[in-house]
């Protein structure tokens, strides 16, 4: 079974850094690729980006283009998503998912989520 | 970006009623389209992709159609668990784009 298991809820104060990480287990890593989805609070679905393990290959939002950092490590299976500095309004949760190739990529596995609060 | 619109933006409705929640593409996505659940508390979860294929496991009472800019889920047989808010999302191009939200309450 397929499992996408994330990080613990953070609380931060503006400028802080943040390393949140999702742990996948039920298939091949390298196989697929692995990204992540926000929802601020009370609001809809936005797509944050998406890496490729198996080289790295990352792609971006280009909302979130140049604030964020996505990686993933092959030995633990664990994608990361990760900030230099936060600001309020990085406020929201952040969903795992597996993004899935048929006609474009659909999400078909989705974490329970990171709660992210930032606030001083 | 291809901006995509849903409507309503909430309705309401009862168990057992047949309802119809439509998506619509700024631009040709063909059917490049998926549909997701989130009830409330709850991460999304996947019902239809290429705008009306099923995703394994969930109800036949789901069912997409469309194709090009506008496109539709249809809910047959309302049970309490479908009470939740629905998302479109586009997978034509980068970057991934989703509907604003159905809000599907009780009545």
């Known amino acids: 079974e397929v499992n996408l298991l994330q990080s613990a809820a953070e609380l931060k104060k503006p400028g802080e850094s943040l390393k949140m990480s999702c742990q996948a287990s039920g298939y091949r890593f390298t196989d697929d690729w692995i990204g992540w989805v926000r929802q601020m609070p009370g609001k809809g679905l936005e797509w944050v980006a998406m890496?490729?393990?198996?080289?790295?290959?990352?792609r971006f939002s280009p909302s979130f283009q140049g604030r964020l950092t996505i990686s993933a490590d092959k030995s633990t299976n664990t994608a990361y998503l990760q900030w230099r500095s936060l600001k309020a309004s990085d406020t929201a949760i952040y969903y795992c998912?597996?993004?899935?190739?048929?006609?474009?990529?659909?999400?078909?596995?989705w974490g329970k989520g990171t709660l992210v609060v930032v606030s001083s | 970006d291809i901006q995509m619109t849903q409507s309503p933006s909430s309705l309401s409705a009862s168990v057992g009623d047949r309802v119809t929640i439509n998506c619509r593409a700024s631009?040709?996505?063909?059917?490049?389209l998926s549909w997701y659940r989130q009830r409330p508390g709850e991460a999304p979860d996947l019902l239809i992709f290429?705008?009306?294929s099923l995703e394994t496991g969930v109800s036949s009472r789901f069912s997409g159609s469309g194709s090009g800019t506008d496109f539709t889920l249809t809910i047959s047989r309302l049970q309490d668990e479908d009470f939740a808010t629905y998302y479109c999302?586009?997978?034509?191009?980068?970057?991934?784009?989703f509907g604003q939200g159905t809000r599907l309450d009780m009545k």
């Open positions: 290429d705008a009306a």
């Open positions: 890496i490729y393990p198996s080289d790295s290959d990352a």
């Open positions: 998912v597996r993004p899935i190739y048929s006609r474009g990529y659909y999400f078909d596995r």
């Open positions: 999302q586009q997978t034509y191009t980068t970057p991934i784009t």
């Open positions: 631009e040709n996505i063909r059917v490049y």
